[in-house]
């Protein structure tokens, strides 16, 4: 079946440091989304991608979406202790979501 | 008004008991699902329902029954529970997927503790 896998698993940051997450499918994906989940809390939608090669912008925070359609990446600018959480891609499997096992992202102040 | 909402938010309960969680969405959505997010914060599916179609994870015991009274209601009834019942289970929501530019709503979480 169809897997997500991202990278890192967990990456610690000092605030203001640049951050990325790494998500790769064992398929090619028709789109790919993000979701953040503050501790404590549920996932929340950020973005969906469509496009191969697609770019989009979220304030400090820079989506990508691979040209194979196959790989993602999340990159946060300058970190802040608000961007704390765990970060899950997910893609379209069937008639459900397959979500990515999530990067831990902590921000020491 | 919230737009996924689930209860209760805490659950705890001994081993063996019957317990159900109630969902529901007032967003007009066709698709529910139900997620088991365990403590390494792995997000599986475990049933996705919409008017037509109820697909169930293989992988799922079958303690684990979805009921929907109505397009806008997926509850979730645990028979027998165990000790590896312990997670936090999310309800969610979305247009039907396949048509594209569907997310998913989450409800705020279930933490289930078995004893």
Known sequence: GQQVMQIPQYQHVQEGEDFTTYCNSS????NIQWYKQRPGGHPVFLIQLVKSGEVKKQKRLTFQFGEAKKNSSLHITATQTT??????CAGPGGQNFVFGPGT?????P | DTAVSQTPKYLV???GNDKSIKCEQN????????YKQDSKKFLKIMFSYNNKELIINETVPNRFSPKSPDKAHLNLHINSLELGDSAVYFCASSQEPGRGGEKLFFGSGTQLSVL
């Open chain 1, 27 to 30: 398929t090619t994906l028709s």
């Open chain 1, 83 to 88: 961007d704390v959480g765990t970060y899950f």
């Open chain 1, 104 to 108: 831990r992202l902590s921000v020491l």
């Open chain 2, 13 to 15: 309960t001994q081993m």
């Open chain 2, 27 to 34: 967003l007009g959505h066709d698709t529910m699902y139900w």
